[in-house]
């Protein structure tokens, strides 16, 4: 018999049509889902205690939807187990619990997949991926981050392998990018992640925009390199395009370069920087072209989180610079023009003596 809170209209019809019963399920799961979310998730106050009560919530849900999987064919179906979750998140209004399908292809079982987030919950957004149905369906694997959750699940290709693409983001900063962390999962001989956005950022992605279909994932963002500054226009940006790759996972195929130009001059100002203090006369001769330029110039020079004026599209670039003098900081305009070789540093002016 199916569980007794179950909603009766669609138990009902699916018990009358069905001579196998029901997957029988904890007659208390209901009551310990309140129980979990009243009082172990409410009452968390620490990171840790959060990460515990939520992991318990999630072993429910995972219980909820293997009795569907491994109740045979009517019960394994999405709308029985949405009907189940559903059910959950009435108990608790802030629970989201999301199922979806990749058909299984050959002899390779279905994928079922999670998506699970507890509204208010740092870290709460659960990717849960199920293999197969009846006796051996199990949880192949899960993964769970901060963020929106959002998925997609590519239909299967000649290759006959599920993948699923994962993505979770975060609140907009004031520069208007937003964390984003990608993973691509597939299912071969086993559930396994085959990419994903840490590894290829480990501190982190700030994205300015994201699309994906099947098979391709579009990222644009801002590298990290010297000189970038927050909110400031004209910055370097990448529009990196991954593809599937044979072997699994995803390869660069093409990335385009907007305004490159400034990640250059980070980079030739970083250098100025350095060799100012440490006394590098051989680079600075490079960078800086003029002899009374570089005689004038503060060894204690460091720079200004400011936002660059650029005099045109190819004019002069003003930056902002402080020299540590005598325990105050002066600050100073250095001009920049780019010539064939790279950027040269032509001009500098302390604006307050």
């Known amino acids: 018999m199916g569980p007794r809170w179950f909603p009766g209209a669609l138990a009902a019809g699916l018990l009358a049509g069905l001579a196998a019963p029901a997957p029988a399920a ?27 009560a939520v992991s318990e919530l999630y072993e429910l849900v995972d219980a909820e939807v293997l ?19 559903e059910t959950l998140t009435e108990a608790w ?19 079922t997949i999670g998506l699970y987030t507890l509204s208010g919950v740092e870290g709460s957004a659960s990717l849960r991926l199920y293999e197969g149905t009846g006796e051996g369906a199990a949880l192949a694997a899960s ?20 993948r699923v693409l994962a993505l979770w983001s975060g609140p907009p900063a004031a520069h208007g990018a937003r964390p984003l962390r990608a993973e691509l999962w597939e299912s071969r001989e086993r559930v396994r992640r085959v990419w994903s956005s840490a590894a290829q ?5 700030w994205a300015a925009d994201w699309r ?14 010297p000189g970038w500054k927050p909110a400031c226009p004209g910055q370097t940006e990448h529009e990196d395009h991954y593809r599937l790759a044979p072997s699994g996972g995803f390869v660069l195929a093409r990335r385009q370069v907007s305004n490159g130009w400034h990640r250059d001059l980070g980079a030739a100002a970083d250098r100025v920087f350095r060799a100012l203090a440490g006394g590098d006369e051989r680079v600075l001769a490079q960078l800086v072209p003029a002899p009374a330029l570089r005689a004038r110039l503060p060894r204690r020079l460091v720079p200004e989180a400011v936002c660059e004026q650029a005099a045109g599209p190819r004019g002069a670039v003003t930056m902002a610079a402080t020299e540590l003098r005598d325990g105050r900081r002066v600050p100073w305009a250095l001009s920049w023009t780019r010539v064939a070789a790279g950027w040269r540093l032509h001009a500098a002016t302390a604006v307050l003596q």
């Open 26 to 52: 904890a007659p208390d799961r209901l009551e310990l889902f309140r129980t979990l979310t009243r009082e172990r998730l409410g009452a968390a106050t620490s990171a840790a205690e959060t990460e515990r």
């Open 67 to 85: 009795d569907s999987l491994r109740g045979g064919e009517a019960f394994a179906s999405l709308v029985f187990i949405r009907e189940r979750l």
């Open 93 to 111: 209004g802030g629970a989201t619990l999301r199922v979806l399908r990749i058909p299984g292809a050959g002899e390779r079982p279905p994928l």
């Open 201 to 205: 950022w480990p501190d982190g992605l």
């Open 143 to 162: 993964s769970t981050h901060d963020g929106l959750l959002d998925a997609q699940a590519w239909p299967v290709g000649p290759d006959r392998v599920a």
């Open 212 to 225: 994906a279909q099947p098979g391709e994932l579009i990222v644009r963002y801002s590298p990290s390199y």
